[in-house]
């Protein structure tokens, strides 16, 4: 066997092993590079849809090209003919319409409508709402994605007035837009995915161009007099999270999502109450502040039957449900333990359902979710709800008294008016007849929103009586404004 000539075949296999691997990756490499677009530091990247079987667009106002992000080859350059429309073609390519009729040549998952100059306003629509920037078109998995690039200031024009809402006062849009830009700049450096933010309540309301032109001409000027100022808390980006109105009291971030932070602890806002006085114009706005949300029995079946059936991980399979019980306790900074303490504001931190195959409690935030309530800032009031006084001289709260006894005037012990459903109660009001198991609940609460972070009402009236936006701001994320670790400064 010749050993010489076998090393030398093997040692130039190997060589061309490695050139091929070099060449593979130079090559997608630079299909990554062709890939990526153009961002600025101030670029943000806000999901419009997600997992869409179509997309349809077309140009406003301005000059827009259509591009192939993969070969930088540009598509068309003529967009005002008609309606474009984006479809999946297979798992990862994509199909372009114009007017119905299919363009050829596209050669990645990536398509891109990009501003000509974006020195000058351009503006595209896309579902049937227009949008500064670039649009992004990408094929996930079958489906489209579509992004939107644009400046933050220009993205700040279409959030502030969607999040204020109409008629506020200039200190409260400026306060509204330094917040929104910071959580805007946080999320970008904390990004999900192939994008920074979406345009729901679940990040901030991002209502585009339209909201830009229907919002008053303070939030503009708002967004330009603050341009670039964000809150940062020992020189690092705050997760600035707001609401609409917290009830009266902030509170403090373990007792809301469990993570504790220094910037979102309890304060007093009696501003909130502004939203009663709005109302007088505005009648949506005063249940901002109080609101109740009753069910009956089998309303309230029907709730837990249709959260069972969105989240089977973690039902509510406890039978026939006989009591709601509620808890209010702290949740220790530290050991993320409850405390035999009340939250600051009186916020619920435990609601548990009791029924005839047991128990099962939610805690926290998920509480608002569980039966769709605006706060967890409630009390709970069930028609079969009776207070007794004890032994000790406190009052104990009863809502299922099917099982309590009463003693009789000849002192036998008795069950509430035998088997019947309902008994009878003589107490300061006189008597009353009352059902040993509830028929109807209600909750009955203040605030809308988490209560984390500013209160948007509580800006609102914090404006309204004179304060400066960096008051507002260092109300509701700073305790100890001494410290000097909290700052509105320049991105």
Not at 133 to 144: A, D, F, H, R
Not at 218 to 247: M, P, W
Not at 298 to 315: D, S
Request: aromatic share 12%.
């Amino acid at each position: 066997m010749n050993w010489q000539g076998t090393a030398k075949k093997s040692c130039l296999f190997l060589l061309l092993m490695l050139l091929g691997i070099i060449f593979i990756c130079l090559v997608s490499t630079s299909l990554v590079q062709a890939a990526q677009i153009a961002c600025t530091p101030a670029t943000i990247r806000v999901a419009l849809g997600l997992n869409l079987t179509s997309v349809d667009f077309f140009v406003s106002e301005g000059n827009y090209e259509l591009v192939d992000c993969l070969t930088q080859r540009v598509i068309s350059s003529d967009l005002f003919t008609g309606t474009w429309v984006v479809a999946p073609a297979g798992s990862a390519n994509i199909q372009i319409y114009n007017n119905g009729q299919p363009l050829e040549g596209l050669g990645s998952s990536l398509l891109l409508l990009r501003q000509k100059n974006d020195q000058e306003q351009n503006v595209f629509c896309f579902g049937k709402k227009n949008y500064r920037g670039n649009l992004l078109l990408e094929n996930i998995q079958g489906k489209i994605h579509a992004i939107n690039y644009l400046d933050v200031e220009q993205y700040l024009y279409g959030v502030v007035g969607a999040e204020m809402g109409p008629g506020a006062p200039e200190e409260a849009y400026k306060a509204q837009a330094v917040v929104s830009r910071t959580y805007a700049f946080y999320s970008k450096e904390h990004p999900q995915l192939n994008y920074d933010l979406g345009i729901s309540t679940q990040w901030q309301v991002y209502g585009g161009y339209d909201t830009e032109i229907l919002s008053s001409p303070l939030v503009k000027k708002a967004v330009d007099e603050t341009r670039g100022q964000v809150i940062c808390y020992d020189r690092e980006l705050i997760q600035a999270f707001f609401h609409s109105n917290s009830g009266g009291y902030t509170e403090a971030c373990e007792n809301v999502w469990l993570e504790s932070l220094p910037y979102l602890q309890p304060i007093v806002t009696p501003e909130d109450v502004v939203a009663m006085q709005v109302a007088q114009n505005l009648s949506w706005t005063a249940e901002t502040y109080l609101w109740e949300k009753s069910f009956s029995r089998q309303e309230l079946m029907n709730q837990l039957e249709k959260w069972n059936r969105a989240h089977p991980n973690n039902a509510v399979n406890v039978g026939e449900i006989y009591d709601l019980s509620v808890k209010r306790w702290a949740v220790d900074p530290q050991t993320k333990e409850f405390l035999a303490k009340e939250t600051a504001s009186g916020r619920v931190t435990q609601l548990s359902f009791t029924g005839s195959k047991g128990a099962k409690s939610f805690y926290r935030d998920m509480i608002r979710s569980v039966l769709g309530l605006r706060s967890t800032l409630f009390e709970v009031i069930c028609n079969s709800t009776v207070k007794i006084w004890n032994a000790f001289g406190s009052l104990d709260f009863y809502s299922y008294t099917k099982d309590l006894k009463a003693v009789n005037a000849d002192g036998y012990i008795t069950a509430l008016n035998g088997n019947n459903e309902e008994y009878y109660v003589l107490g300061a009001d006189g008597l009353q007849t009352i059902p040993k198991v509830f028929s109807e609940v209600t909750f009955k609460g203040k605030g809308y929103g988490h209560g984390l972070g500013m209160s948007q009402w509580g800006a609102w009236g914090m404006a309204l009586r004179g304060a400066k936006y960096d008051e507002i701001i260092e109300h509701f994320y700073n305790q100890d404004k001494n410290d000097g670790r909290l700052r509105i400064q320049a991105y």
